[in-house]
T-cell receptor
Framework: EDKVVQSPLSLVVHEGDTVTLNCSYE??????LLWYKQEKKAPTFLFML????IEKKSGRLSSILDKKELSSILNITATQTGDSAIYLC???????????FGQGTRLTINP | AAGVIQSPRHLIKEKRETATLKCYPI?????VYWYQQGPGQDPQFLIS???????DKGSIPDRFSAQQFSDYHSELNMSSLELGDSALYFC?????????????FGPGTRLTVT
């Protein structure tokens, strides 16, 4: 069974802190790993990672994939209250055309 | 096993024309998602439907509309097409709405606006 696990499930930090969110997967036929930010309802796409070891960066957010460890991390530096959201990790399965989501990490940034 | 079916697979339209993309989910799936992937870009979530009602809305332009029908198939209607609408449009389906953690993707419709 394809599985995506995120940790921690919940995280509360102060504004300005740096956070690292984890995603690990066990899937039959990996194609890509995606990170989303979900506020209220609609998810916002953050990164798609296909190759191991190549960091993707967007402002204060960055992410990297480790295919050997079957995992990915999402880093957010100098956090702001607007970063409060649920962060979802998903793995795209080759062939099955299937996207499997993790449970999400609920991140709360306190002022 | 049956997969998600999208039609047409390729579509060429001119600026300001209208296009309709169709998505037929896997049998018994009740949730449909639409994504747009521009050339060299990452996929963007557009909109989703659960049990024929809109469940989530992403970065869908006002020129686009979508609906899910009683047989659970969905159509994405795009009007006043612009060159920037040229993209691969994916449909995905799942069972159980937001509670599902698996989405099955269709092969996509490649829309080219000239």
């Amino acid at each position: 069974e394809d599985k995506v696990v995120q940790s921690p499930l919940s995280l509360v930090v102060h504004e300005g802190d740096t956070v690292t969110l984890n995603c690990s997967y066990e899937v039959t036929n990996f194609r890509s790993l995606l990170w989303y930010k979900q506020e209220k309802k609609a998810p916002t796409f953050l990164f798609m990672l296909t190759s191991s070891g190549i960091e993707k960066k967007s402002g204060r957010l960055s992410s990297i994939l480790d295919k050997k460890e079957l995992s990915s991390i999402l880093n957010i530096t100098a956090t702001q209250t607007g970063d409060s959201a649920i962060y979802l990790c998903a793995v795209l399965i080759q062939g099955a055309q299937k996207l499997v989501f993790g449970q999400g990490t609920r991140l709360t940034i306190n002022p | 096993a049956a997969g998600v079916i999208q039609s047409p697979r390729h579509l060429i339209k001119e600026k300001r024309e209208t296009a309709t993309l169709k998505c037929y989910p896997i049998p018994r799936h009740d949730t449909v998602y639409w994504y747009q992937q521009g050339p060299g870009q990452d996929p963007q979530f557009l909109i989703s439907f659960y049990e024929k009602m809109q469940s989530d809305k992403g970065s869908i332009p006002d020129r686009f509309s979508a609906q899910q029908f009683s047989d659970y198939h969905s159509e994405l209607n795009m009007s006043s097409l612009e060159l920037g609408d040229s993209a691969l449009y994916f449909c995905a389906s799942s069972f159980g709405g937001a509670a599902s953690n698996e989405q099955y993707f269709g092969p996509g419709t490649r829309l080219t606006v000239t």
